[in-house]
């Protein structure tokens, strides 16, 4: 198949259509709130997915090396591992999959940056109250992170927890390398791409929308009361022994609110992505490789005990946005395999 017909087709195929349609809805909210596009947030997502990229090659380098010659006895190792890559440079199918998958992403991601910037925009902060007494009724008149006082005032331990919150990044990063690399276009690549752009712009935009919400971070300086001040209290102090990265964070995102700092630097707690998005990992990874989809749904209760006690979300939030998550890539799922199904039967008729 000719290379130009052959990525038409991949386009096609591809989530390319969620990418425009987001980017075209965010240039409509654009003219609307006057929240312009901003290319940094581009350009930090470039960077970033230009270091998982690195660390994955270097991981797998080192990996295979050590296989063929510790393992395999290769006499030539490296000229071994070096043989496969000119094929994958040159697989059609893989590339255009590839190129596509990452354009698409790339637009996706300049047109979220708009609308999240947005959302304080259309709709004030209005359910951090309640929120936070849904949050006391629920956890049997306690806010949900005072049951983790022991790991809040542990600087070490919190510190590691906050590592795992910024480790989520580069994971779903390296996750939308993988799946943007694979051959072929399957129902599963189809559902995590579709499912992965859903959650973030049904849930990170329209539900974001509805129930806007800074979260406990931003509690007292909204002038909403002090009973989370301890909370960050807390985190300051220890952060004086191991560095708290999400109290330096929650400073630039409220700066960028005040227009203070430049950017769309977007502020929205309900529901919490970073534990949606941990969902989708383990969904997908459990589809995919069960002893990583274990290990996706441990670091999944880790990014919900963090997104609490970093005071980054309600814990309401991050119920709301595994619940999503959960609904999401099912949907999606139903279909990504009816489309397979009717490919499958116009491909082999009965």
């Not at 752009?197 to 990170?204: F, N, P, Q, R, Y």
Request: net charge neutral; glycine share 6%; charged share 15%.
């Amino acid at each position: 198949m000719p290379a130009t017909l052959l990525f038409i087709t991949t386009l096609r195929r591809h989530v390319a259509i969620v990418a425009i349609l987001t980017f075209g809805g965010a240039m409509l909210v654009s003219d609307t709130t006057k929240n312009r596009l901003d290319m940094d947030g581009v350009a930090i997502f470039a960077e970033y997915l230009g270091i998982a990229i690195w660390c994955l090659a270097s991981l797998y380098a080192i990996y295979r090396l050590a296989w063929l010659a510790i393992v395999a006895r290769d006499p030539s190792p490296f000229k071994t591992f070096l043989k496969p890559y000119k094929g994958f440079l040159l697989d059609g199918p893989r590339m255009a999959n590839f190129a596509v998958a990452l354009a698409a992403i790339f637009v996706f991601v300049a047109g979220f940056g708009v609308l999240k910037g947005a959302i304080a925009l259309l709709n004030p902060f209005r359910w951090d109250v309640t929120f936070a007494d849904i949050d006391r009724w629920l956890h049997f008149g306690r806010l949900p992170h005072e049951y983790f006082w022991w790991l809040i005032e542990w600087p070490a331990a919190i510190f590691f927890v906050n590592l795992c919150y910024n480790l989520w990044y580069f994971i779903m990063i390296g996750t939308i390398f993988i799946v943007a690399a694979a051959r072929e276009d399957t129902p599963l690549r189809q559902q995590y791409l579709i499912s992965f752009m859903s959650i973030w712009l049904v849930a990170g935009f329209f539900v974001a929308t509805i129930f806007s919400s800074a979260g406990p971070c931003f509690f007292e300086d909204l002038g909403l009361g002090y009973r989370y001040k301890p909370l960050m209290d807390a985190l300051e102090h220890s952060s004086e022994a191991w560095p708290i990265w999400a109290l330096k964070t929650q400073d630039m995102l409220w700066e960028g609110y005040k227009h203070q700092r430049a950017g769309s630097l977007g502020i929205s707690a309900f529901p919490s992505l970073h534990v949606a998005t941990s969902v989708l990992f383990a969904l997908y990874y459990s589809e995919r490789w069960k002893i990583v989809g274990i290990l996706m749904w441990i670091f999944a209760a880790i990014i919900m005990v963090g997104s609490v006690v970093l005071g980054w979300h309600y814990a309401i939030d991050g119920y709301a946005g595994a619940a999503l998550s959960w609904s999401i890539w099912h949907l999606v799922g139903l279909h990504t395999q009816r489309k397979a199904i009717a490919v499958e039967a116009i491909v082999q008729p009965a």
